[in-house]
């Protein structure tokens, strides 16, 4: 699928992933919506990003906020195309902590957000992209969702994320299997080490012994090569189905 005057919703798109991969599509001549929970630093890009570009605060756990924002990209001519999703939240903890068993609220919390909010985006923008027409080969759209190496090689302390992770790549092919016949493609991108506002929030020590365990090259990751490799998922109709590392061969140790 070509990228210049299609229309996208990015979530999570305020900042990190999906404000790269916002910034990206828009440098391609896409039409974007992006949706985040923040308001002042996501209607600040939108505006940055000119009049293609457009802003809708968004819950991805909320049935009608994520419904709005698709109605918005949908409202574009040829319809939504293509959906980046990136909205997520850390959770970390002991499963036996020095005071108590981790809580199973913070645990509910993380699936709640990264797994169940991954799937409410992806049934609803499915739903969307059924209803256009096809373009060359039959295809009428493109979801890509982000998973993480954690859902592989979870360290001590992430037990919620990547429960909730590993269940993003789980359903990946799935997903794809059966939404391929409405000609639409399902692709997981699973990030390694990379620099996002998330990443800097952890303590140094965390984030010195995390880059250490990158193979090559020897630096954590960029958002923009993240960016990057949702536009060639987009253009590329082979891929489908798998889920993508971008980790500079990291395998994650136990802690």
Do not use: W
Not at 11 to 37: C, F, I, K, P
Not at 71 to 99: F, K, M, Q, S, Y
Request: overall charge negative; hydrophobic content about 45%; proline content about 4%.
């Amino acid at each position: 699928m070509q990228i210049e005057d299609r229309s996208f919703l990015v979530t999570g798109a305020s900042s990190g992933l999906g404000a790269a991969t916002a910034q990206h599509l828009a440098s391609r001549q896409a039409r974007v919506v992006l949706a985040d929970m923040n308001e002042s630093a996501g209607f600040k890009l939108a505006e940055s990003l000119g009049p293609r570009a457009h802003f809708v605060r968004v819950d991805v756990t909320s049935a009608r906020d994520v419904q709005e924002a698709i109605d918005t990209a949908n409202r574009a001519p040829g319809g939504l195309r293509g959906v980046i999703h990136c909205a997520g939240i850390l959770g970390a903890g002991r499963v036996v902590g020095r005071e108590e068993p981790y809580p199973m609220e913070d645990f509910a919390r993380v699936v709640e957000v990264n797994l169940n909010g991954t799937f409410n985006v992806v049934r609803l923008a499915a739903a969307a992209m059924a209803q256009l027409e096809a373009e060359d080969e039959g295809e009428r759209g493109v979801i890509i969702t982000t998973a993480s190496v954690a859902a592989f090689e979870g360290q001590i302390g992430q037990a919620a994320y990547a429960a909730a992770k590993a269940g993003v790549a789980g359903m990946t092919l799935p997903i794809a299997r059966e939404l391929g016949r409405l000609g639409i493609r399902v692709v997981s991108i699973a990030p390694g080490v990379l620099e996002t506002p998330m990443m800097a929030g952890m303590p140094e020590k965390v984030r010195q012994s995390l880059m250490e365990q990158v193979v090559y090259p020897d630096r954590l990751g960029r958002p923009e090569e993240f960016a990057m490799l949702a536009a060639h998922i987009v253009e590329n109709r082979l891929l489908n189905g798998t889920v993508l590392r971008l980790d500079g061969a990291v395998r994650l140790g136990a802690k």
